[in-house]
T-cell receptor, first 111, second 115 residues
Framework: GQNIDQPTEMTATEGAIVQINCTYQ??????LFWYQQHAGEAPTFLSY????GLEEKGRFSSFLSRSKGYSYLLLKELQMKDSASYLC????????????FGAGTQVVVTP | DGGITQSPKYLFRKEGQNVTLSCEQN?????MYWYRQDPGQGLRLIYY???????QKGDIAEGYSVSREKKESFPLTVTSAQKNPTAFYLC??????????????FGQGTRLTVV
């Protein structure tokens, strides 16, 4: 099986930076995804990492270290609309494309 | 427009009844998934399918059943054996079978309530 761990909640002020960590234990690792989910809505794709390093997309960046089983999502210049749950998900090859999610991190942005 | 569609958006079920949630995609994706989400929690995998006429149990398959007779469709039946079915159900699809960029696209979800 897979263990995917993320903090439950984080609070930050508008304009600040927040880093959401995700650790995982799995075999046959084949990629890690970050999704954003607003309350009552479907998750939307933010980023994908399969190689070590940093992927940057505007205000959002995602980092992966395969040897450490660790990823983080960095949100810069926080806006009120960034208040949402952020889900880390891992896909593996040995379970034939099984996509599993962590419990999510609720980010609260305050004025 | 290409996408993934779930129906209905809201569903009420009496105890002891089976109900079927629909999921259709026109993205030509091979893989499809069903997840359950309870308030304030993450997504838990119920069933997934990588190819027509084949599917695998996820972490919480008990009390649920699926079929994959067509590539476009992956309906989920919540049976009376599921003791606590009230939840938000999400269907997703992706293009790959585990390799490369296999981003999953989600439907808008079905909120099931047992009355």
């Amino acid at each position: 099986g897979q263990n995917i761990d993320q903090p439950t909640e984080m609070t930050a002020t508008e304009g600040a930076i927040v880093q959401i960590n995700c650790t995982y234990q799995t075999s046959g690792f084949n990629g890690l995804f970050w999704y954003q989910q607003h309350a009552g809505e479907a998750p939307t794709f933010l980023s994908y990492n399969v190689l070590d390093g940093l992927e940057e997309k505007g205000r959002f960046s995602s980092f992966l270290s395969r040897s450490k089983g660790y990823s983080y999502l960095l949100l810069k210049e926080l806006q009120m609309k960034d208040s949402a749950s952020y889900l880390c998900a891992v896909i593996t090859t040995d379970s034939w494309g099984k996509l599993q999610f962590g419990a999510g991190t609720q980010v609260v942005v305050t004025p | 427009d290409g996408g993934i569609t779930q129906s209905p958006k809201y569903l009420f079920r009496k105890e002891g009844q089976n109900v079927t949630l629909s999921c259709e995609q026109n993205l030509n994706h091979d893989a499809m998934y069903w997840y359950r989400q309870d308030p304030g929690q993450g997504l838990r995998l119920i069933y997934y399918s990588q190819i027509v006429n084949d599917f695998q149990k996820g972490d919480i398959a008990e009390g649920y059943s699926v079929s994959r007779e067509k590539k476009e469709s992956f309906p989920l039946t919540v049976t009376s054996a599921q003791k606590n079915p009230t939840a938000f159900y999400l269907c997703a699809s992706s293009s790959g079978t585990g390799g490369g960029n296999t981003e999953a696209f989600f439907g808008q979800g079905t909120r099931l309530t047992v009355v």
